[in-house]
């Protein structure tokens, strides 16, 4: 059974810090997803990594895929108010997006 | 271009009864998938279907259940229902060609009183 673990699972920082969320899976994939969503409302999708190495950055966020490691990461720097919301890695085993494995997620708390 | 339309966006139903939530994909996407999300159990895959059939299959019993029309339009269906069906359920479909990603509703938050 694939899982998936993010942590840490609540994190509470400063504006102006920098900090990584990070996201291990137990099974082989090429492809992760990183999604936002904030209180009461859908799923956002920030970032597609579809291969070893991949690195896309939006902004403050910038996300990786190790697929030897099954470790993908989300780093955010000189975070901001506005990023506070809770963040979802999820791994896909079709490849084709349609049958998702979420992590628990990670709420993000930016104090001014 | 419209994104992916679920109705209702809210419902409130008695223990015991059913429910049927509908779902609109983004014109040309073919797959459409289904998602429970709870405190508790996080964002679950309850099912998948492409081309009116139903590919893939979560974890859920049977009173799970969904189907696709021709339009690619899908219903999930929840029979008999128990409070612990109180969640958002979020839709998602996706062209289901490689390399490509899904794309969200709004979702339908269910309420089991």
């Known amino acids: 059974e694939l899982k998936v673990e993010q942590n840490p699972l609540f994190l509470s920082m400063q504006e102006g810090k920098n900090y990584t969320i990070y996201c291990n899976y137990s099974?082989?994939?090429?492809?992760l997803y990183w999604y936002r969503q904030d209180p009461g409302k859908s799923l956002e999708s920030l970032f597609v990594l579809l291969s070893n190495g991949a690195v896309k950055q939006e902004g403050r966020l910038m996300a990786s895929l190790d697929t030897k490691a099954r470790l993908s990461t989300l780093h955010i720097t000189a975070a901001v108010h506005d990023l506070s919301a809770t963040y979802f890695c999820a791994v896909d085993v079709n490849n084709a997006g349609n049958m998702l494995t979420f992590g628990g997620g990670t709420r993000l708390m930016v104090k001014p | 271009k419209a994104g992916v339309t679920q109705t209702p966006r809210y419902l409130i139903k008695t223990r015991g009864q059913q429910v049927t939530l509908s779902c609109s994909p983004i014109s040309g996407h073919r797959s459409v998938s289904w998602y429970q999300q709870t405190p508790g159990q996080g964002l679950q895959f309850l099912f998948e279907y492409f081309s009116e059939t139903q590919r893939n299959k979560g974890n859920f019993p049977g009173r799970f259940s969904g189907r696709q029309f021709s339009n690619s339009r899908s219903e999930m269906n929840v029979s008999t229902l128990e409070l612990g069906d109180s969640a958002l359920y979020l839709c998602?479909?996706?062209?289901?060609?490689?390399?490509?990603?899904?794309?969200f509703g709004q979702g339908t938050r269910l309420t089991v009183v």
């Open positions: 998602a479909s996706s062209p289901w060609t490689l390399n490509t990603e899904a794309f």
């Open positions: 099974t082989t994939s090429d492809r």
